[in-house]
């Protein structure tokens, strides 16, 4: 007798196999029970029939069972075309590891804080699992990306002494005698790593010292940014879009039953593979968000309303080019015939999920770079060696961020994010 997990079920059809499992709900009705249960790769529904096993088994798994208890199952695979899995075992016997008592997360509806609270424990049903699987497909498909365009992976501090978009909303701390803070983005550094590696990319956790009510804006949240030298915006924008459509289309082609678990039709995220995507620039977009009746004038940086109006305009992501220099970062590149714009660019997604991805052509001239780091407000010595960038070789280059839980929320539809290990509510709460 083999030992199995549940996922392997379809290679042991027929067989008798032992099973490590936890219990997620049962029913009874005379002569046979219903027992559904999990092992972390799968979820499934375990048979037992009162004849097949001994009246002790029987009345052990009917009173004694309660929700996530542990405890080993052996029986025979058979083929269910009723249930999705398409699997179920023939239970003949069951071994107790540990009873479960009490266990607060039920299944009826529970409000989102009390979820929120419990998340230690509401990792293990299914919609928080089909999230996890999602989220690793989605970093593996990263990995995988830019393993296969030449890119190098480079890991930038958490720890650091400045920031690439001020200080204001970072957690500050002391590194021995020195102010330090929790990092807001690697981009600074990526920047130092593609003059010397040519094409890199950083994936790691960033901070934002804000506290939030919504979806947009974490606490904490995990971030990909490439940086990629010898490149113009342009070029840089269609890296963006065939990424973006890379991870959809891994994430369609290997985790439909985790979209459905989760409420998306893998069919409706399709179109967004298909590339390129919609480009206006910013003007355009003011123009079209005042012809559609929206308050916004030229200057203005777009929040929620704005950012949805302008995806659903396209049902697709769309670029916005060109944002006013006073609503973006020191350290994007001037454009050549307007003193007022960056060249840079926004990604943002459809069915009201705003920017996944924010990037830009990178400052390459010394003297222009160090008076934006003073209009910025920002001491010219702390980023002496960002400048140094400049002195030493310059090239142009351009990068962009795209935030892991903002992608997932959109090609999962959540508006509650269940993609991280707990840790208590102050310190790393993901807010509605």
């Not at 995806?311 to 006073?326: G, R, T």
């Amino acid at each position: 007798m083999q030992t199995i997990n549940i996922i392997d079920a379809p290679k042991h059809v027929n067989e008798r196999v032992k099973i490590g499992v936890w219990l997620t709900d049962k029913r009874s009705s005379g002569k046979i029970a219903f027992l559904q249960l999990r092992d972390g790769t799968a979820f499934f529904q375990g048979v037992l029939l009162k004849n097949k096993v001994t009246p002790e088994i029987f009345e052990m798994a009917k009173h004694e069972l309660h929700q996530e208890a542990s405890f080993w199952v052996i029986g025979e695979i058979h083929e269910d075309k009723r249930s999705k899995f398409g699997y179920e075992i023939q239970i003949e016997d069951i071994e107790l590891i540990d009873k479960s008592e009490d266990y607060p997360i039920g299944n009826k509806e529970h409000g989102i804080d009390f979820l929120l609270d419990n998340r230690h424990l509401w990792l293990r049903s299914s919609k928080p699992q089909a999230m996890m699987k999602i989220r690793d497909r989605v970093i593996r498909a990263n990995y995988e990306y830019f393993g296969s365009h030449g890119f190098t992976k480079i890991d930038p501090p958490i720890l650091t002494g400045n920031a690439p978009e001020g200080t204001t909303d970072l957690f500050h701390t002391k590194y021995f005698e020195q102010d330090a803070y929790l990092s807001q983005s690697g981009q600074l550094y990526e920047e130092a790593g593609a003059l010397a590696l040519n094409k890199v990319y950083s994936f790691g956790p960033v901070f934002r010292a804000e506290k939030s009510k919504t979806r947009r804006h974490l606490i904490e949240f995990w971030m990909i940014e490439p940086e990629m030298a010898f490149m113009h915006q342009e070029e840089s924008l269609e890296v963006q879009e065939e990424y973006v459509a890379y991870l959809v289309e891994k994430v369609i082609e290997d985790c439909s039953h985790e979209l459905e678990v989760l409420g998306r039709d893998p069919e409706t995220l399709k179109p967004f593979t298909q590339t390129p995507y919609p480009r206006i620039s910013y003007d355009e977009a003011i123009d079209l968000l005042q012809e559609g009746g929206l308050d916004v004038k030229w200057g203005d940086d777009f929040g929620s309303p704005e950012e949805t109006f302008l995806a659903d305009h396209f049902s697709k992501p769309v670029f916005i080019l060109n944002y006013p220099k006073s609503i973006k970062p020191f350290y994007m590149k001037n454009h050549p015939t307007r003193d007022d714009v960056y060249i840079c660019a926004d990604l943002l997604a459809p069915e009201g999920y705003g920017e996944i991805i924010g990037g830009s052509e990178r400052e390459t001239d010394y003297d222009t770079l160090l008076q934006a780091v003073k209009d910025a407000g920002l001491d010219p010595k702390d980023y002496a060696w960002y400048l140094d960038l400049r002195k030493y070789g310059s090239v142009p280059h351009s990068g962009f961020g795209l935030g892991l839980e903002r992608f997932l929320s959109w090609i999962t539809l959540q508006d509650h994010l269940r993609t991280t290990i707990p840790f208590p509510r102050m310190l790393n709460r993901l807010y509605p």
